[in-house]
């Protein structure tokens, strides 16, 4: 399955962070989605060959690597106290439709 | 703006009767909608998914239902079991991207 790490993290205001996903083995599309509390998932982008394949409404301080093992990053850069939210991984076949998720990596910026 | 509604935050249900999770959505370019299951601390898990250009597609207990001049679909669970009590997400898919829903919270009562 789609494993992430770390589980839980706390940053402080201005710093940076790495969040990062190994994909269900075979899957060659990486999504990246932010859930804050009492919200549904919102897309942030999605990589494909290693190649920025879409993105959400999300600023550019939000980037991505994906790499040819199948694992991907989640950079963030000048944390500001709204990312604090549920960061999930989801892996997929190029060209199908069904994502699979991650447990999720649980951020806290103070 | 929220492009995938979920109307009901919460549904509560006595085991063995159906359970029906409805789902509003403005676009009309969304091709494919899916539903996702989410338990405390895991990441979403797909459940079922329906093209735009079927009314009904069925997986078990799980059938999902599609009225595209009302923009609407709904998830039904025949029967609901206890270990069904979860958030369910309804999604749509938009090229690469799910927008998802806030979630409905269904609580199986034995």
């Known amino acids: 399955g789609v494993t992430q790490s770390p589980t839980h993290l706390i940053k402080t205001r201005g710093q940076q962070v790495t969040l990062r996903c190994s994909s269900q083995?075979?899957?060659?599309?990486v999504s990246w989605y932010q859930q804050a509390l009492g919200q549904g998932p919102q897309f942030i982008f999605q990589?494909?060959?290693?190649?920025?394949?879409g993105r959400g409404n999300f600023p550019p301080r939000f980037s991505g690597l994906q790499f040819p093992n199948d694992s991907s990053e989640l950079n963030v850069n000048a944390l500001e106290l709204d990312d604090s939210a549920l960061y999930l991984c989801?892996?997929?076949?190029?060209?199908?439709?069904?994502?699979?998720f991650g447990p999720g990596t649980r951020l806290t910026v103070t | 703006d929220q492009q995938v509604k979920q109307n009901s935050p919460s549904l509560s249900v006595q085991e063995g009767r159906i359970s029906i999770l409805n789902c509003d959505y403005t676009?009309?370019?969304?091709?494919?909608f899916l539903w996702y299951k989410k338990y405390p601390a895991e990441g979403p898990t797909f459940l079922i998914s329906?093209?735009?250009?079927?009314d009904k597609n069925e997986d078990g207990r799980f059938t999902v239902f599609l009225n595209k001049s009302a923009k609407h679909l709904s998830l039904h669970i025949v029967p609901s079991q206890p270990g069904d009590s979860a958030v369910y997400f309804c999604?749509?898919?938009?090229?690469?991207?799910?927008?998802f829903g806030k979630g409905t919270s269904l609580l199986v009562t034995p």
């Open positions: 999604a749509a898919s938009n090229r690469n991207a799910l927008n």
């Open positions: 989801a892996s997929s076949l190029q060209g199908t439709i069904e994502q699979y």
């Open positions: 676009n009309s370019m969304f091709d494919y």
């Open positions: 329906i093209s735009s250009i079927k």
């Open positions: 083995s075979g899957h060659n599309t």
């Open positions: 990589y494909y060959r290693e190649e920025e394949n």
